[in-house]
T-cell receptor
Framework: SQTIHQWPATLVQPVGSPLSLECTVE??????LYWYRQAAGRGLQLLFY??????ISSEVPQNLSASRPQDRQFILSSKKLLLSDSGFYLC????????????FGEGSRLTVL | KNEVEQSPQNLTAQEGEFITINCSYS?????LHWLQQHPGGGIVSLFM?????KKHGRLIATINIQEKHSSLHITASHPRDSAVYIC????????????WGAGTKLIIKP
């Protein structure tokens, strides 16, 4: 079983400020990693996924970026936050083959003012 | 039309009732997940299945590949089962893509 550590859990940031959300995975190696965003009352929107170190695929053009500097570390960043970046961000991991079980972090609630 | 559709969108039931949540999909998938999201936002994986039926405690998930349909059942429902239940399929044409249902909000009243 995997454990996903995601932080910070909550943050309030002014428009134009930078962002860094971090996610680390325990209990597996070479997982597929995902960043999702969930707006209030809505479903999950895939932002980025990574199948290996340094390999990032973006699903939605935006002012966010992702990096995977280590096998079990996934970082979501922004240089300048927008009001529309507010939401609930979830990191997810899928170990083994592409049809493996999904594990989620506890989420990071971002409010941009 | 969404590629993965869940029904109902909202479901309110009394404690003890048998609950069924449905998930239909129109694309080829290699496996289907059922997940539970609690009010705090955390998501827990309940099942991953590609055929047949799986059972875990009071939860049962079934999938019919030919009919492109899956169901999640909860027996002897309890207020602590109140949550949003989400199905998501692995897109057969894209190894890493998940196609998400919109979720079913379940409320179990004592």
């Amino acid at each position: 079983s995997q454990t996903i550590h995601q932080w910070p859990a909550t943050l309030v940031q002014p428009v134009g400020s930078p962002l860094s959300l971090e996610c680390t995975v325990e209990g597996t190696s070479n997982p597929n990693l995902y960043w999702y965003r969930q707006a209030a009352g809505r479903g999950l929107q895939l932002l980025f996924y990574s199948v290996g170190i340094g390999q990032i695929s973006s699903e939605v053009p935006q002012n966010l970026s992702a990096s995977r500097p280590q096998d079990r570390q996934f970082i979501l960043s922004s240089k300048k936050l927008l009001l529309s970046d507010s939401g609930f961000y979830l990191c997810a991991s899928q170990g083994g083959a592409n049809t493996g079980e999904l594990f989620f972090g506890e989420g990071s609630r971002l409010t941009v003012l | 039309k969404n590629e993965v559709e869940q029904s109902p969108q909202n479901l309110t039931a009394q404690e003890g009732e048998f609950i069924t949540i449905n998930c239909s999909y129109s694309v080829g998938i290699s496996a289907l997940h059922w997940l539970q999201q609690h009010p705090g936002g955390g998501i827990v994986s309940l099942f991953m299945l590609s055929s047949g039926k799986k059972k875990h405690g009071r939860l049962i998930a079934t999938i019919n590949i030919q009919e492109k349909h899956s169901s999640l059942h909860i027996t002897a429902s309890h207020p602590r089962d109140s949550a949003v239940y989400i199905c998501a399929g692995h897109d057969m044409d894209s190894n890493y893509q998940l196609i998400w249902g919109a979720g079913t909000k379940l409320i179990i009243k004592p």
